[in-house]
């Protein structure tokens, strides 16, 4: 028996350009965000209480994915272009958060790379310290912070 590779594990046939047209209309990139005018979008820190101690970007919002549902409409206002984030490529806890905004009907866009390639970026990272920033990682950037 012939397979289409196209084919998912339903039979839904999927146009590659298709999804990833759809993709990077969700998607958001570190630099993207970092360059932004802060005032066009909301930015929401979707990890546990500790990691966001840990260290967090500064104006973000904390709001744990568990937590969207009951909290996003007092602390997110309505129309916000919102941009979540998790841990890193590793997680998908900010793919849950997203789709919760969405769910909520709100603009939401997945940061991807999350905290962590925010921080290998050498982009600013504020804890009860205060804000920091460390040396960028050429690996990872050709951007001059």
Not at 67 to 89: E, F, K, M, N, T
Not at 98 to 111: D, P, Q
Request: charged letters at 20%; hydrophobic letters at 40%.
């Amino acid at each position: 028996m012939a397979t289409d590779d196209r084919a998912g594990s339903f039979g839904m046939k999927l146009d590659p350009a298709d999804f990833f047209r759809a993709k990077l209309q969700c998607e958001i990139d570190v630099m993207e965000v970092a360059e932004a005018d802060p005032e066009s979008l909301v930015i929401v820190d979707t990890r546990r209480r500790s990691s966001w101690d840990h260290g967090h970007i500064p104006q973000a919002v904390h709001i744990p994915t568990a937590s969207i549902p009951s909290q996003a409409h007092g602390l997110v206002p309505a129309g916000s272009q919102v941009v979540v984030y998790s841990w890193g490529p590793g997680c998908n806890g900010s793919t849950f958060a997203a789709l919760a905004f969405a769910e909520l009907g709100y603009s939401v866009k997945e940061m991807i790379g999350g905290i962590e390639y925010w921080i290998r970026n050498g982009l600013p990272v504020e804890t009860a310290a205060g804000v920091a920033k460390s040396t960028p990682d050429a690996l990872v950037t050709a951007h001059t912070i």
